[in-house]
């Protein structure tokens, strides 16, 4: 069973980092298979909002989307259509490190 941090913290007093409530929840005997550090390793994501959609005009199967990323609007190449005018996206920025 996955059980989030808050969770745990909600029903303990230990304020610990994840890797040491896994050792003191093993010592109590209760079997830690992993610690999994949600959004560890992406770097450079923002949340974008589509201002902008075109058919891309040399591909049949991408999109030229106009995208705000907060500071700045971004011309992008994307092949995804589920999305509309004013929907917040997620949105790499150029130099944005993602996971495997």
């Known amino acids: 069973m996955r059980v989030p941090l808050s969770w745990l913290r909600e029903f303990t007093p230990v304020d610990d980092d994840p890797d040491a409530m896994a050792t003191k929840l093993s010592m109590f005997g209760l079997k830690v298979d992993e610690v999994i550090r949600v959004g560890s390793g992406i770097s450079g994501?923002?949340?974008?909002?589509?201002?902008?959609?075109?058919e891309h005009?040399?591909?049949?199967?991408?999109?030229?989307?106009?995208?705000y990323?907060?500071?700045?609007?971004r011309d992008i190449v994307c092949g995804a259509r589920n999305y509309s005018v004013g929907d917040r996206v997620?949105?790499?920025?150029p130099g944005?490190?993602?996971?495997?």
Do not use: Q, S
Not at 45 to 54: L, P, S, T
Not at 90 to 93: N, T, V
């Open 69 to 73: 990323d907060g500071t700045a609007e």
């Open 45 to 54: 994501v923002v949340v974008g909002e589509v201002r902008a959609v075109r």
């Open 57 to 67: 005009p040399n591909a049949d199967n991408l999109m030229l989307v106009r995208a």
């Open 96 to 100: 944005a490190h993602l996971p495997n």
């Open 90 to 93: 997620p949105l790499a920025l």
